[in-house]
């Protein structure tokens, strides 16, 4: 999923996302913080510049916009939305402003901007304002706010009995609630439907007549349902590391997140297989992993990051290694591999869930994935754990456990974007979060529009992997040249 912390930011500065299932960790590991906004929209309805509140990241500006909770009211309660954007460095080349729809959910496309613009090619960044937001609930932009001693709280996803799922549903219950009472009238209006249309105001604020966007991971649903809703509006539109948001059903989704997961766990150990440099080179790399999950499951694998505390299984495989494959950094992925092997077992203890982060009721507001039972939620697991052997308790079924109960205002459907021009669909062969198959659906999808790029290596963001990438998106954004179909981009050595 594109579920993204900080450290898997280390690579999108330098190549691009989401980070889908995301970002990659945010739900997990929390944001960073957004810089601060302080300049007010207009009185009429447009965006006031001012510099961002960061004097060690100069030249980005800020400024909010001021949208409806609930665009089927728009004349009731508003919010405010943190934008920024920093300028095209060639004024004279510029084309216009392009908009970033960021990954997560609970990525904040501020900082992205603010703090992060390297992400985006020099060559954007000349003729483009680079322009984005923190989406409704996330950053700055009304955050979603939940008591900390309640996340805390948070039930394994490890359900053993009838009893845990009820306990489960009750807890997610209490958790809405507080998160509502918390956060304001804005927890009911979180879906990426109300996202669309701020989208197309912050278009309109920016006057720009029709929209040029790159959305990564999860801004890739935001870019796909603008492109459904507003097809006349799009003059150019790049889907990297794509959801599909035409999977109709829970099983569906888990099997396909556990596929591509596991996938990008073989890409690991066919590379550790031929790389001399691999710290794991020479041994069985399944039976060393299979070893930590075993340690971890009796409570006995310490915790590098927090020395003399249980690392969970679901910690191990998600913060570990899931964490890596985003940045496809297998040689940090086998270093830390060994290391733990060769640490000293701790005495058997209980281990405790991270707790989920608060952006969580976005993913739940968009993806309808009911489990009827225990019964039910067990059968999910094991196909799961069929599909992705080593890799038990990926991230995605924590995220179903979490939406058990909630309601769905924007539940998935397949696309039917008639009229738009085309949009480029960008994609890694072996991407952790959003598999391939998801952008060869979408393209499809899409029809004549849906243009697919394939870059022929690993990771999660792929637009900035290379100059043959790099090249074609970068043409694609500034002049509409698409390239054509079938293109594919060879892997460059991470």
Request: one cysteine or more; aromatic letters at 6%.
């Amino acid at each position: 999923m594109p579920f993204r912390g900080r450290s898997a930011l280390r690579r999108v500065a330098a190549r691009g996302t989401a980070l889908a299932a995301g970002a990659a960790m945010a739900v997990v590991t929390g944001l960073a913080a957004a810089p601060s906004v302080h300049a007010a929209p207009s009185a009429t309805g447009g965006l006031r510049w001012a510099p961002c509140d960061d004097p060690a990241e100069p030249g980005a500006e800020c400024a909010t916009l001021s949208v409806p909770v609930d665009w089927a009211r728009p004349d009731g309660p508003r919010l405010d939305l943190a934008v920024a954007r920093r300028k095209a460095t060639d004024p004279g080349a510029r084309v216009g402003s392009m908009v970033f729809g960021p990954g997560g959910p609970g990525d904040s496309g501020v900082d992205m901007v603010v703090r992060r613009i390297s992400r985006f090619s020099p060559e954007v960044r000349r003729r483009f304002d680079i322009v984005s937001f923190d989406p409704r609930g996330v950053g700055a932009s009304n955050p979603v706010t939940c008591s900390d001693d309640l996340l805390a709280e948070r039930p394994s996803p490890e359900l053993k009995s009838q009893a845990d799922f009820d306990a489960t549903m009750a807890y997610n219950r209490r958790l809405r609630a507080d998160c509502r009472a918390r956060t304001g009238p804005v927890f009911d209006h979180l879906d990426t439907a109300q996202t669309v249309r701020d989208l197309d105001a912050l278009r309109v604020a920016l006057g720009e007549r029709k929209l040029t966007f790159h959305g990564s991971s999860y801004g890739t649903l935001l870019g796909a349902q603008y492109a459904e809703t507003y097809p006349r509006h799009v003059r150019a539109m790049v889907l990297e590391s794509v959801m599909d948001h035409g999977v109709p059903t829970t099983r569906d989704f888990l099997q396909s997140e556990a596929a591509t997961a596991e996938d990008s766990f073989q890409e690991f150990v066919k590379w550790c297989d031929g790389a001399a440099g691999c710290a794991l080179h020479g041994r069985d790399v399944r039976a060393v992993w299979q070893g930590l999950l075993a340690r971890a499951g009796r409570g006995e694998l310490e915790d590098p990051a927090k020395p003399g505390t249980p690392l969970s299984t679901s910690d191990l495989v998600n913060k570990t290694a899931f964490r890596k494959f985003y940045d496809a950094d297998y040689a940090g992925l086998a270093t830390a591999i060994a290391g733990m092997d060769a640490s000293r077992p701790l005495p058997a203890s209980p281990t405790s869930t991270a707790p989920l982060h608060p952006a969580t009721p976005v993913f739940c507001s968009d993806w309808h994935l009911p489990v009827r039972d225990y019964e039910e939620y067990a059968s999910l697991v094991a196909v799961m754990n069929r599909t992705a052997p080593d890799l038990p308790y990926l991230l995605p079924v924590h995220m179903t456990a979490a939406c058990l109960g909630a309601p769905t205002a924007n539940p998935q459907h397949r696309l039917d974007a008639h009229g738009v021009p085309p949009i480029l669909v960008s994609n890694a062969l072996h991407d952790p979060a959003t598999g391939y198959p998801w952008a060869v659906s979408v393209a499809r999808q899409l029809g004549r529009s849906g243009v697919l790029l394939t870059y022929e290596g690993q990771g999660h963001g792929s637009v900035t992997s290379g100059p043959c990438m790099e090249d074609t998106v970068d043409r694609y954004l500034t002049d509409l040249a698409v390239p054509p179909r079938g293109t594919s981009c060879p892997a460059v050595p991470s």
